[in-house]
């Protein structure tokens, strides 16, 4: 007992608080940046297996209360570090968007939409499994005439958002 309130109302009422919290952080955890020394997104779920461990350990076992709330420390410990490291982390990784990225353009053939003339720029578009992209393309090399609409590009280099092209005849010539 701690102040005539027993040991596992305590844990209990932590418990609820935390979870309040994790909710509320599920929610409105995108709005705060958190970069101080103690990530609140870590320190929740400790908190909350630790006083869940705690609980079901006054409830189960017949323990000291100090060397329970160590065990429950340990054993939560354990479980933010797998949470951090196999959910936290790859989710902060994470592309925002399901988009094509730029370096991930280079390479492949796109159709143009607006003629690229040989001294200019034309737009051409990208077909993806996400969708298409339009951008402003340009030639890579100089060349000698200009392509036409429905002609086929292969991308080199992306710059500024800008798609260095070279004319594409497909690569399987029967």
Known sequence: MIQGIPIETIYLYVLIVCAVIAVLLVIF??????????DPMLLIPWLAFTSLFGY????????????????SGVIASILVFFLNFY????MK??????SISEKD??????????????GGMGEIQLKSVTGSISRPAAFYSAQDQPIEQGGQVLIIE???RVCYVVPYKGSLQL
Do not use: K, Q
């Open 105 to 118: 353009m280079e390479g492949n053939t796109a159709t143009v939409i607006t003629p690229i003339p040989v």
């Open 158 to 160: 992306i710059r500024e």
């Open 29 to 38: 955890g995108d709005i705060f940046d958190f970069d101080g020394p103690i």
């Open 87 to 90: 959910v936290l982390m790859p």
């Open 56 to 71: 079901l350990g006054e409830r189960l076992f017949e323990w000291d209360h100090l060397l329970l709330f160590l065990a």
């Open 93 to 98: 990784n994470a592309e925002a968007t399901i």
